[in-house]
């Protein structure tokens, strides 16, 4: 498949989850993969075992994000101006503290089924 991306949406506001899902859907885009991450900053804040640095990045970091969502889903270049626009509808501004990340990368080769 030509002009192929992928899309990766580090989630951390998890509760929008199922309507992102289900707002994919109605747009089109009916394949993604969801695995479920934790980030570096609440992987160090958990660690009692640390030194005076990470004590440090623990308080400054101590929010209540135990975990988030990483979907993945390689899309026709087309689909992926759709997918943005349902992310930001329905997860909000980005830019925002605790809310998630996007980026998108090309992808050189594909083999396998692809729901579009």
């Not at 747009?27 to 030194?51: E, F, P, Q, R, V």
């Not at 623990?58 to 626009?85: G, H, N």
């Amino acid at each position: 498949m030509k002009n192929t991306q992928l899309l990766v949406l580090v989630l951390n506001k998890v509760e929008v989850l199922e309507t992102l899902l289900i707002e994919f859907n109605a747009a089109g885009i009916k394949g993604a993969t969801i695995i479920n991450t934790t980030g570096m900053a609440h992987t160090l804040a958990s660690n009692k075992d640390d030194s005076y640095i990470i004590a440090s990045l623990r308080a400054m970091l101590s929010d209540d994000i135990v975990d988030s969502r990483t979907i993945f889903m390689v899309l026709d270049e087309s689909k992926v101006p759709v997918a943005r626009s349902v992310i930001r509808n329905v997860v909000g501004d980005l830019s925002k503290p605790n809310t998630g990340i996007m980026f998108i990368l090309p992808v050189s080769y594909v083999e396998g089924g692809m729901m579009e």
